[in-house]
């Protein structure tokens, strides 16, 4: 798939520094010596291949992370080293410019292939959606949005293809809108509920043919029916960071508060919303471990706290000032709504 893409690229240095002492990391028994990057793959997915604990790759990995705040950009054909060493093991990028790695482009327009972009840290499939949406609102927050008036053949539910009537679209703001519905609160339940923001359930997207004072607009994707009345909101730009998976290096106590899709059961690739955000340090990359608060009826009737569980991981990718949305990368035991997340 090619991307028109407009880069502005100052200089960067990559600077492969002294190594970082991991004497406590857990190799897989079946790591490899080295792993050749390809198309398709992640950060997690690699570390996954040399580590135990994937999250724990910073550690191990032979850069000055201090001077270089992104420092893992990672191509398809570069190859990914695994160097044991007395102190621990290392993961090295080598590359046939050596330890020593300049980029100074100048700003241009230029056409590039998705296989030439760096590699990402967790699948763009699973959550670009959730990267170019809002999804969470202020009360009312979608009130006074354009909204769909309907269609000229009466359809009660339009999908893909449709053309459909939009009120109050303003032709300022680009041809390219996304549809929405007002959703769920999302309460905090370790603060007696407060509502932290509303979750807004994305419904499609929607290119606008003529700007009127009732515009015409084609619908190009629907993921859940689209009725009449359901608002729309311009479609941003994408927010992808190439971040590294890396385990928060403070204390994270939080809950899982929703899951994407109405769902009880929480399994591996599930999109779920956390009850803590930038306001207690979270940031994209974050990887945080799944408890299972569980309870039991002793003898004498009353309920005991049961030791929490761990069931799983996940993959914090986007951050609110309150809460965050996060991918299960790891389900060893069912997941649900109000399981803990703590720093691994």
Same mark, same amino acid.
């Given at each position: $798939? *090619?991307?028109?893409?407009?880069?502005?690229?100052?200089?960067?240095?990559?600077?492969?520094?002294?190594?970082?002492?991991?004497?406590?990391?857990?190799? &897989?028994?079946?790591?490899?010596?080295?792993?050749?990057?390809?198309?398709?793959?992640?950060?997690?997915?690699?570390?996954?291949?040399?580590?135990?604990?994937?999250?724990?790759?910073?550690?191990?990995?032979?850069?000055?992370?201090?001077?270089?705040?992104?420092?893992?950009?990672?191509?398809?054909?570069?190859?990914?080293?695994?160097?044991?060493?007395?102190?621990?093991?290392?993961?090295?990028?080598?590359?046939?410019?050596?330890?020593?790695?300049?980029?100074?482009?100048?700003?241009?327009?230029?056409?590039?292939?998705?296989?030439?972009?760096?590699?990402?840290?967790?699948?763009?499939?699973?959550?670009?959606?959730?990267?170019?949406?809002?999804?969470?609102?202020?009360?009312?927050?979608?009130?006074?949005?354009?909204?769909?008036?309907?269609?000229?053949?009466?359809?009660?539910?339009?999908?893909?293809?449709?053309?459909?009537?939009?009120?109050?679209?303003?032709?300022? *703001?680009?041809?390219?809108? *996304?549809?929405? #519905?007002?959703?769920?609160?999302? +309460?905090?339940?370790?603060?007696?509920?407060?509502?932290?923001?509303?979750?807004?359930?994305?419904?499609?997207?929607?290119?606008?043919?003529?700007?009127?004072?009732?515009?015409?607009?084609?619908?190009?994707?629907?993921?859940?029916?689209? +009725?009449?009345?359901?608002?729309?909101?311009?479609?941003?730009?994408?927010?992808?960071?190439?971040? $590294?998976?890396?385990?928060?290096?403070?204390?994270?106590?939080? &809950?899982?508060?929703?899951?994407?899709?109405?769902?009880?059961?929480?399994?591996?690739?599930?999109?779920?919303?956390?009850? #803590?955000?930038?306001?207690?340090?979270?940031?994209?990359?974050?990887?945080?471990?799944?408890?299972?608060?569980?309870?039991?009826?002793?003898?004498?009737?009353? $309920?005991?706290?049961?030791?929490?569980?761990?069931?799983?991981?996940?993959?914090?990718? &986007?951050?609110?000032?309150?809460?965050?949305?996060?991918?299960?990368? *790891?389900?060893?035991?069912?997941?649900?709504?109000?399981?803990?997340?703590?720093?691994?």
């Amino acid at each position: $798939m *090619q991307k028109l893409i407009i880069t502005a690229f100052i200089g960067m240095h990559f600077i492969f520094a002294s190594p970082i002492k991991a004497e406590n990391i857990i190799l &897989r028994s079946d790591a490899p010596e080295h792993h050749t990057v390809v198309p398709g793959d992640t950060l997690w997915g690699i570390a996954a291949r040399f580590l135990k604990d994937p999250w724990r790759w910073p550690e191990v990995w032979n850069i000055n992370r201090d001077q270089v705040k992104n420092p893992h950009k990672i191509y398809p054909g570069e190859t990914i080293v695994l160097e044991r060493l007395p102190d621990g093991p290392r993961l090295r990028l080598s590359r046939s410019e050596g330890d020593l790695r300049t980029v100074k482009l100048s700003p241009r327009i230029r056409v590039e292939n998705d296989n030439n972009l760096p590699i990402p840290g967790i699948s763009r499939t699973v959550i670009e959606p959730f990267l170019s949406q809002p999804l969470i609102i202020e009360k009312d927050g979608l009130a006074n949005a354009p909204y769909i008036l309907g269609s000229s053949d009466g359809r009660v539910i339009l999908s893909t293809g449709n053309t459909a009537y939009v009120t109050g679209l303003p032709p300022n *703001q680009g041809r390219a809108w *996304q549809i929405f #519905r007002p959703g769920k609160p999302l +309460l905090d339940p370790d603060k007696t509920n407060l509502i932290l923001g509303y979750e807004a359930v994305y419904l499609g997207n929607v290119t606008t043919e003529t700007f009127a004072e009732t515009s015409t607009v084609t619908i190009t994707r629907a993921k859940e029916e689209i +009725l009449k009345g359901d608002r729309l909101v311009a479609a941003p730009d994408i927010i992808f960071d190439n971040y $590294m998976p890396h385990a928060p290096n403070f204390s994270v106590n939080g &809950r899982i508060i929703s899951v994407y899709g109405g769902v009880t059961e929480i399994g591996k690739d599930a999109i779920v919303t956390l009850n #803590r955000g930038a306001e207690d340090g979270l940031e994209m990359g974050h990887v945080l471990a799944v408890y299972r608060r569980s309870q039991a009826r002793s003898l004498k009737g009353d $309920m005991v706290q049961l030791p929490d569980e761990r069931t799983g991981l996940v993959f914090v990718f &986007r951050v609110f000032e309150k809460i965050s949305y996060a991918l299960v990368v *790891q389900s060893t035991l069912s997941i649900k709504v109000l399981d803990a997340v703590k720093t691994p």
